[in-house]
């Protein structure tokens, strides 16, 4: 039986990640760090893909891997650059309503429950999407909202590839190894080779390592594994829980300061996610 805690864990680490990211980006470009994460996590997921087998599906996850985590993460890291993680992450996860329409096109049945905990979530996201002192960075926010859009499009694309039977080590492999390839040919045809910063430590690229390969990795593969279960349209409700968890981690490690506003938006989404499991 499906615990909706499965989707619960992705939902922890994607709230962290985006924290790190960053500090990160005050000395990587946000193309150099985004092919640095997809490279580092393709390599380890490879030997598990390789033993389990590829299949038909896995031309789908190729596509996902191409568009959300090469553009749509893209995206989002230069939301996450100009705005914080507080206001990014709310924001992009704006792709949460855009999947309860789309879940359509993928063979999913969506509950009437779903469009009103996704509008729940909106909601919050767009409280949460004011900024800590009440006024929105149209900059940032714009990156963000068009991460959402490539996003809802690569998301869908993971459940057409475990409908067509994809492991979902095989899935996660493709799509990090499609986004490393389409990041190295954008990172040689602008000449961003040059800004790889100077004195990288040894330590520095392990910390990086750490947060690419939960994020990318184990992350990953619990998301997948809940669509597979699920679907995507309930998994990305439960998975929205992560903008009020970055509020909160943000702050608590002294990162961010998150304010009233911020938490009352996080309270809707997590209303929204009661009302998404125990309808």
Known sequence: MFSPA??????VIWAFSPIYYRGFMRRFDFLLLNLLRTSMASLVLLIPAVVVGFGVGDVYALISGATTLAVGDSLYLLSVKETGASVAAPVVYTYVLLVQLTAYSVGEAV????????????????TLSRGARGAARAKGIGF???????????????????????????????RDAAAAAALGCAVLATGRTRLWPRGVTA??????ALVALTDLAVGSLFYIYSVSLVGIALTVILTSLSPFLTQVFSRLLGKE??????YAGGAMIVA???LAVVR
């Open 144 to 174: 963000g909202l068009a991460a959402a859009l490539v996003w809802t499009v690569g998301q869908d694309l993971i459940k057409v590839a475990t409908n067509a039977g994809g492991n979902l080590f095989a899935i996660a492999f493709c």
């Open 203 to 208: 330590r520095e690229l392990g910390f990086i």
């Open 111 to 126: 509950p009437v429950y779903n469009y009103v905990a996704a509008a729940m979530v909106l909601l919050g996201i767009f």
């Open 6 to 11: 499965i989707a619960l864990i992705p939902a």
């Open 257 to 262: 300061t998150p304010t009233l506003r911020d």
């Open 272 to 274: 929204a996610l009661v």
